[in-house]
């Protein structure tokens, strides 16, 4: 069992595929099989299953997974923390995050990072859920994640940095937009443009409907709070979106209005990490800085 092994049956069992993983690392299928066969030869048990789309771990698999996971991503850590100790000031930090989080939280943050600390690599891998986040948190050799916070996760520390509040996105001629705020019970009557059904955010406003005795129809998907906006500036529904740092509520001018939804509970977002005592001094730097200026840009808003 070598720590190679152990890197490719993890990437495995996250991809469910030999085949994804083999074009990641530029190898064949039968080199990424020669890995978890040398795996299960000195376990003595099979640590994949078949099925139509690919593999799965099993039993065996997953506590394997699990503990190889946990046990990688604090070595890798450790190495890179050390070689940013012997280098100085240069080093590395590197983020999961959603597709438009860096644009929406992070910009102001970034640049001042970045003005500090100009030899520091950030490093930004993209994920579509905090639920990926967190798989990527714990797979690979991350240090942050920003994520919608939610339930307490096995391996993972949640640390909130803000709440965001509801807000009904509508195009500008809509009956809607004139409202200084929408009730929960005028939700029941619009047209919902959807979030994600893996998305935290969608979780967290799905149960704050049903604890409302609210049911909404929809007929529009979007991947996005961004899409959702767009949907909704050219009339083809609402959407009921989180007010993120710098957007102006109630929306002023401009084809679009976002009216506040007070009866809904905050969004929490905020900082994941494998453990905060464990994080670089750049990663907590960037982090906190971060912190610092979605705090700012919230208040500015108010």
Do not use: Y
């Not at 078949?50 to 039993?59: D, I, L, Y």
């Not at 012997?86 to 640049?111: C, K, L, P, Y």
Request: proline letters at 6%; hydrophobic letters at 45%.
């Amino acid at each position: 069992m070598t720590l190679d092994d152990l890197r490719v049956f993890v990437a495995v069992c996250r991809a469910g595929s030999l085949s994804a993983v083999a074009r990641d690392l530029g190898c064949t299928q039968s080199a990424v099989s020669q890995h978890v066969r040398r795996l299960e030869k000195q376990i003595g048990t099979a640590l994949l299953a078949r099925h139509a789309r690919g593999v799965r771990p099993t039993e065996a698999g997953r506590i394997l997974q699990a503990a190889a996971a946990d046990g990688i991503a604090g070595l890798d850590g450790a190495l890179r923390r050390l070689e940013d100790l012997v280098r100085g000031d240069a080093g590395s930090v590197r983020i999961t995050t959603g597709a438009t989080t860096v644009r929406h939280f992070m910009s102001e943050a970034v640049v001042g990072f970045r003005r500090r600390h100009p030899n520091v690599s950030l490093e930004f891998q993209t994920e579509n859920s905090s639920r990926s986040c967190f798989d990527a948190l714990a797979a690979d050799d991350l240090d942050l994640a920003w994520i919608t916070i939610g339930g307490p996760v096995r391996g993972i520390e949640q640390r909130p940095v803000m709440e965001l509040p509801w807000v009904l996105a509508v195009g500008a001629d809509d009956p809607l937009a004139s409202r200084p705020r929408i009730d929960t019970a005028d939700l029941a009557g619009i047209r919902h443009i959807r979030l994600p059904e893996n998305s935290a955010s969608r979780a967290h406003l799905d149960t704050a409907l049903a604890e409302a005795g609210i049911a909404i129809r929809s007929d529009t998907g979007v991947a996005d709070w961004d899409t959702a906006l767009l949907l909704a500036e050219l009339g083809l529904g609402h959407a009921v979106v989180p007010a993120l740092p710098g957007w102006q509520v109630p929306g002023s001018g401009g084809p679009l209005r976002l009216v506040p939804i007070p009866a809904l509970p905050p969004l929490p977002v905020g900082w994941a990490v494998r453990r905060w005592a464990a994080l670089s001094p750049l990663a907590r730097v960037f982090a906190d800085d971060v912190a610092r200026s979605c705090r700012a840009r919230a208040a500015r808003q108010q």
